[in-house]
């Protein structure tokens, strides 16, 4: 099979399809994530080295094709052309420009490519189908740290570009972001806003914390907590007055902390524990699961875990007894907190997933059947007391 790809094609397709990514790797057809899924069309054949390449350089700007060069790897976001190849060869215009996340690096000698399509539009909290406590975070903290922690492709930047628009939409403040790419981007509304791009407008993370509170913001983005100065650089900006949103790559509120501490030696844990206790408002981790498109409208949804900082959790983390925390969590629903088995619960009650579904993904399969059971059982008696 001879067929000539190219980029924009692909895109395309990415786009008519609902694909979150397209995958570009030797010897592989390209395949895109539907749904949480990965797929490969049974159409397109696999991609020898130099067409990779040749795919993947259609879209890599000029001035950081030297870097790939030197470091074997990029990570930029860029406006690529999305419009049918054919509309525009027969019409002449129809140009469309979508916004993607790029991933491209050299593996096993060939150059592979991971390409995320980031929506035009930030989602609302009701789209996302995300807790209304989400929403009350943004309203309501104006000071702290709120963590959003996640697995890749867990839906953590667009999460926290939903709260930074929430902000943006409702208050007049200084919204400054840190972010390795810029995904999304924030149109001022009633804030005033300045998104830094690392390699674009400053080399890397510690160049651009260095003087960020100099900056007069109101609000930070971090875009990840990925090592000892960013972590620092968080928790010394929550502590002096500003409200910082970061995202970490754990799976869940209690594994966030021990992967904190981790970034740093030693005799420094218990000072960062204590910081972190006084400083963190809230870790709200998500995973994205294949939802019944026909209730939810999507082909994912989140179940989200929701930690808030109060006298009993800020006293298990100074003390480094996180084992404790998730019967806090279980205990302290009146408050806004949620586990991922009660998420995962109501998410099988709202038919928004499948039984199957929350229980492949479940912490705990047993908790969760027995919780499930005591609903079942719940509505059995009243449907047997409304007959009566």
């Known amino acids: 099979m001879n067929i000539k790809l190219s980029m924009r094609q692909l895109l395309y397709n990415m786009r008519k399809v609902e694909a979150s990514d397209l995958h570009l790797k030797v010897g592989l057809p390209p395949c895109y994530r539907i749904n949480g899924e990965l797929r490969v069309p049974q159409n397109l054949p696999p991609l020898p080295a130099e067409e990779t390449e040749r795919l ?17 790897d990029l990570d930029f976001s860029a406006f690529i052309d999305t419009s049918s190849p054919e509309v525009q060869e027969h019409l002449g215009d129809g140009k469309r420009l979508d916004r993607f996340r790029c991933n491209i690096f050299r593996a096993n000698g060939g150059l592979h490519g991971a390409i995320r399509r980031v929506k035009p539009e930030i989602p609302s909290f009701e789209s996302l189908h995300l807790p209304d406590v989400y929403r009350k975070l943004s309203d309501e903290t104006h000071e702290g740290l709120i963590l959003v922690v996640g697995v890749t492709g867990s839906g953590k930047s667009t999460t926290l570009a939903c709260m930074l628009e929430r902000i943006n939409e409702t208050r007049a403040v200084n919204i400054v972001t840190v972010e390795d790419p810029v995904e999304y981007q924030l149109h001022p509304v009633k804030s005033i806003v300045s998104q830094r791009e690392i390699g674009t407008d400053v080399p890397n993370y510690a160049s651009a914390l260095r003087y960020i509170v100099r900056q007069d913001p109101d609000v930070i983005f971090i875009g990840e907590l990925r090592d000892h100065d960013t972590v620092l650089a968080a928790i010394q900006a929550a502590e002096t007055g500003h409200l910082v949103f970061g995202s970490l790559h754990t799976a869940d509120t209690m594994a ?35 939802a019944n498109k026909d209730v939810a409208g999507v082909g994912v949804v989140p ?9 009993s959790v800020r006293e298990k983390i100074r003390e480094a007894e996180d084992a404790d925390i998730p019967a806090i969590v279980n205990s302290s629903g009146a408050e806004g907190m ?8 109501e ?7 499948t039984l199957q579904t929350a229980l492949e993904y479940a912490p705990n399969r047993e908790i969760l059947s027995s919780r499930l059971k005591g609903v079942e059982v719940k509505a059995a008696k009243l449907v047997g007391r409304i007959k009566s």
Request: aromatic share 6%.
């Open 56 to 72: 993947l350089m259609e879209i890599i700007p000029p001035k950081l094709k030297d870097r790939l060069e030197q470091t074997g």
């Open 256 to 290: 966030c902390f021990s992967r904190i501490v981790e970034f740093f030696p030693q005799h420094e844990h218990a000072f960062i524990r204590s910081a972190l206790a006084n400083s963190l408002k809230a870790v709200c981790a998500q995973r994205l699961l294949p």
């Open 303 to 311: 179940a989200t875990e929701v930690l808030l900082n109060n006298p």
């Open 338 to 345: 949620r586990s991922f088995t009660q998420s995962l619960a």
């Open 347 to 353: 998410l099988v009650e709202t038919e928004m997933v």
